[in-house]
């Protein structure tokens, strides 16, 4: 697509252009303020004590040493957390338990004091007595009668959640359907791995009201839980402001509140100073929350020439002890699962179990790499089995615009049909197949314009403008690494005839930042650059009031570029930007340039059915990837990798592709290494050494084809691409095996053990015939 | 972390005599990439550490051309032996080995000696010095002595090394021509990884260029400490090799071997892969000794 913008038939001066990442210089000079630099006055370290069980009641607690020794503040229990400060949207999660435990992460006990190392010492003297209670850690264990129960007072370890639906008649579909594949797969967990690591640091005025640096991508929603947290400790009607410091990375991690932080607020009133909890890089594996793993019946079928007739899937989401984000994650399940290709009949029930092992929360794609994972796995069954091609069949049954999906979705834009037809390009095969090589390839459908799980999805922003041409925008939008600030500054710049560097985008303080649901679903783009867009065209709707006068024209003659105004078809007249802003404000009932704007997308919350268009506009996606199996050790190499997207429009390219980059080798990781042991909920690998990320040498060579279809609806055509990168990446790597040695993985990690003992298998079943 | 004392003498004996003075409050630290990381989380609390760095000695990596004797000192980095030309041509089995150790910054600061005296299982230098014949000198408040560096291990995390004895150098005894030698890492990532299983494989042929005069097969991860498959070795002398009596003689390893479950991999596929790998790796040291003859 050419870089003209359709609304004026000019070309683009900023969007679209690869400009860096606008804190790019500071972070590599080490500049950056992360959590781990900032300290205030009198500031004092809070240290967590996790329990030693899976589950165990607590018998006795003896603070009494850790509160003796000197440079310790304060010292809290269970006892010391008012009854109603919950977190979660279930509300099942004390910041500090009391009674007994229900896992290894449930915080018995903190400290503050005047240093980490003393902090750390207090916490090795408290003297804690629990009784071991029998543990479960099987979901569909867990479900049984006799089970025991991780909450007794919830009455069942299955969590009241309304997790089901069915369009269509999907008995009925079945029957009439001339190829069925019917499959079981599971995932596993696995963990964000951000390399900074968590912390807060909480204090108080002589006021009550409380201040909290945090790493958080929910500002607002953060704001409403620590209101609810010291209401809950009979401070009403406080204020609280929440500053984000700059953060090493999201993904999902920061969607909710975490103990941590309700914790540091607890000691900072206790202390009536400020309190920093860091966490090490152990706490982070362990203190801070999975993706949800998932245990996945499914079953797919097709008519004779492939067209998809019917989708049937159960799934199984091990809560872990407590509820996050996590046991919501079907809702977005949901998506791929009703609207991934068309096909009406669809039915998907998935029920949450307590058990005594982690929780998991938000992570990147949000629950749609499992649900894909089993759907385009069955999807190369179902084509195989019908003996048609697998391109093909995704071609036949591929989304299109204009589509109502049966979840009612309304596809405004897609271009699935032109990643599939990049996909196919990249990994033809010349000649004959070698040995142990094969491709495969998946689709993705995700939330591209916003996602209405909240009351709200909206977001707000403040625009004002000095007497020298240059902008401060206060936005609602978190960046978190992803690159919102380059986003906002490129909209408002290319709105205000500015550059970049005139635009300075200040986010993440919820004393001059407006509200905004929060960094998720891919909606930061769409959403907080809309906000940003109404704003700068408020602003310039002013610029071109006074430009108009100034310069003797019709505004709708008039021109913002290269910061000047000017007259479309007489460019001699014309006047900088900064100087047509000193004439406004330097003149009898003088005024300032400035504006709000707050964007709600035209987006609907799901009813009871589960319809409703969640986004006002869908990403869509295709990947490929090579692989070579090695039959003898069961080790997969990746080859090549492609991954087409439909992004609307790239409003920066180099920014686009590193989301993609750093969600495939995410993907990649989801799919062959990434995993949390865990024993008897235990975390047995709670470091980089044993959690196989994947390394700088692991990573491959990416194709990042972008297709732009210009969604109508996105600030200069954009759609959301935070996440899909690695939402296909594991069923694309599972296919691509299955071409190379015809053994199919149902359970990731796809390991080299697994790989090699399904060869086995294989091998013993031929020979046995 | 505990505070410590860091001490940097300049000679052997002066590092010995401070150890003499702190004795067990005291600890050697060359790279450092594992004691510093056991004293960070704690594993490890002494009062003193007694940096080798600055002992010039212990840093030379030399071959003498007339014995064809290498002397490899305690202090040659990963990255050194990994950059060398002469390891890269005559020692393959050791640039296999150091050339994938950790990550590049590791290796920069990462030592041979510490490698073979934190003696972990699953240390990457310690195969192909075994593999080699490698001889470890030893130096302490009593003197010298040498040791073949396979007995220096007794159990993970320990050695024949006493209280306050410094290892030296490790001094590789002349190769017989016709003399072949590779390792494989066998893990999951290509950096920042401990081996799964790790297999070094050496072999020399007579002049027929067939027949097997010396073998040596050793794994790593396959037991409490780096091993050799005397029986896989065995089996080879006196035959002419090819690539049936490597998958023997990789059935016989993975016998011999005493690998365990862990979470980090499973037993059955470890002794799969100590299969694969010594028929892989003896068919590369057949490949090199054909290549440079
Ligand atoms: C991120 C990371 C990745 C790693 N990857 C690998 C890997 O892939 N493979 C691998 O094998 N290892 C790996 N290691 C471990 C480590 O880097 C190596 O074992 C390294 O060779 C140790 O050498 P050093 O000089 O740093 O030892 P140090 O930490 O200085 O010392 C190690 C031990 O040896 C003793 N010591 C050292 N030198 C002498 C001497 N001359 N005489 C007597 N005692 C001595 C010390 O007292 C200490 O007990 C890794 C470590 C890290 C941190």
Known sequence: ?769 | MKPFKYLSPTTVEKAISYYGEHSETAKFIAGGTDVIVKVKEGWMEPDYLISLKKIEEMGELHKNEATGELSIGALVTHATLEKSLMIQNEYPIIYDAVSNIGSLQVRNVGTIGGNLINAVPSADGAIPLIALDGVALLHGPSGERSAQVKDLFIAPYKTILKSGEILKKITIPTQAPNTGSAYIKFGRRAAMELPLIGIGVLLTLEDDMETCSKARICLGVAAPTPMRAFDAEKLLIGKKINKEILIEAGNIAADESKVRNSIRGKAWHRKEMIRVHVKRMGLKCLEIIKNNS
């Open chain 1, 1 to 769: 697509m050419s870089n003209l913008n359709p609304d004026t038939n000019r070309e683009f001066d900023v969007i679209g252009k690869r400009i860096p990442k606008l804190d790019a210089a500071q972070k590599a000079m080490g500049r950056a303020e992360y959590i781990q630099d900032i300290k205030l006055p009198g500031m004092l370290f809070g240290k967590i004590l996790y329990c030693k069980y899976a589950h165990a009641s607590i018998v006795k607690i003896d603070t009494s040493k850790a509160r003796a020794l000197a440079g310790v503040h304060a010292v809290l229990t269970g006892q010391d957390v008012p009854k109603k400060m919950k977190m979660g949207f279930y509300k099942d999660n004390p910041p500090i338990k009391k009674g007994k435990v229900c896992s290894f992460r449930d915080e018995v006990a903190a400290v503050a004091a005047i240093s980490p190392e003393i902090a750390k010492k207090a916490l090795d003297l408290i003297e804690i007595e629990y009784e071991e209670l029998p543990g479960i850690f099987d979901p569909e264990k867990a479900m049984e009668k006799d089970s025991p129960l991780v909450h007794e007072y919830h009455k069942s370890n299955v969590l009241k959640l309304p997790w089901k639906l069915h369009y269509g008649d999907v008995e009925k579909a079945e029957k009439e359907s001339d190829f069925v594949v019917e499959e079981k797969f599971t995932t596993q967990w696995v963990t964000h791995c951000c390399l900074g690591t968590s912390g807060a640091i909480a204090l108080f005025d002589s006021n009550d009201n409380l201040t909290i640096h945090t790493n958080t991508q929910i500002p607002s929603l953060a704001q409403k839980d620590f209101l609810e947290s010291l209401k809950a400790m009979g401070l009403e009607n406080k204020r609280v402001r929440v500053i984000k410091p700059i953060i090493g990375g999201g993904f999902g991690s920061k969607l909710d509140t975490y103990a941590y932080e309700h914790i540091a607020i607890l000691l900072a009133y206790a202390c009536r100073k400020p309190v920093k909890i860091m966490f090490d890089r152990v706490e982070e594996f362990k203190a801070t929350s999975t993706r949800q793993p998932t245990v996945i019946y499914i079953k797919q079928g097709c008519d004779k020439n492939g067209k998809l007739t019917f989708r049937d899937m159960r799934m199984i989401l091990d809560n872990g002890a407590y509820t996050s984000w996590g046991a919501t994650t079907p809702s977005v399940m949901m998506m791929p699962i009703t609207s991934l290709y068309r096909v009406d009949n669809v039915k998907y029930n998935a029920k949450c179990v307590y058990t005594n092992n982690t929780y998991s929360q938000a992570m990147r794609g949000y629950g749609n790499p499992q649900a894909t994972f089993a759907i385009e796995s069955t999807l190369d069954m179902l084509a195989q089995k019908a003996g048609i091609d697998r391109v093909e069949i995704r071609r036949l049954n591929r989304n299109q615009p204009g589509d109502v999906t049966p979840q009612g979705f309304k596809i405004s834009s897609c271009g699935l049909s032109e990643c599939i037809d990049e996909v196919e390009k990249e990994l033809t095969i010349d000649g004959p197949k070698e040995k142990g090589i094969g491709t495969g390839i998946a689709s993705l459908i995700h939330v591209g314009g916003g996602a209405r799980i909240y009351k709200s999805d909206g977001c707000g922003a403040i625009l004002k403008m000095d007497d020298y041409g240059k902008v401060d925008i206060f936005t609602g939008g978190t960046d978190m690494g992803q690159g919102l600030d380059n986003i906002t500054a490129q909209i408002v710049a290319e709105e205000l005839g500015l550059f970049v560097e005139d635009i300075n985008v200040v986010h993440s303080d919820t004393d001059v930042c407006p509200w905004d649901v929060g960094a998720h679903a891919s909606r930061s783009t769409f959403v907080a650059g809309n906000a940003a867009l109404g704003a700068a065209k408020k602003v310039k709707e002013t610029i071109l009031e006074y430009g108009s006068k100034l310069l003797d024209a019709d505004p709708k003659n008039l021109v913002l570029k290269d910061r000047t105004i000017f007259v479309l078809d007489d460019p001699e007249k014309s006047m900088p930007i900064d100087k047509l802003l000193r004439k406004a404000h330097f003149s009898p009932q003088g005024k300032m340039l400035m504006a709000d704007f707050f964007y709600d997308p035209d987006n609907e919350n799901m009813g009871k059915e589960f319809k409703g268009n969640m986004s006002v506009t869908y990403a869509f996606g295709a990947h490929g990837v090579k692989v070579k199996v090695d039959e003898e050790t069961g080790k997969v190499k990746v080859l090549d990798y492609v991954a087409a997207h439909d992004v609307g429009r790239a409003i920066n390219p180099l920014l686009l592709e590193g989301q993609v980059y750093g969600g495939v080798v995410m993907g990649l990781g989801y799919a062959l290494t990434e995993e949390v042991v865990t024993k008897d909920g235990q975390n047995m690998n709670a470091n980089f050494r044993d959690y196989k990320l994947f390394t700088a040498k692991d990573a491959i060579r990416i194709k990042a084809p972008v297709v732009e279809t210009y969604d109508e609806y996105g600030p200069f055509g954009a759609k959301g691409i935070g996440e899909p990168g690695c939402v296909p990446t594991a069923p694309a790597i599972a296919n691509a095996i299955y071409d190379a040695v015809g053994v199919r993985i149902f359970d990731l990690p796809i390991t080299p053990e697994k790989v090699l003992a399904a060869l086995k298998e294989k091998k013993s079943a031929t020979t046995k015939i």
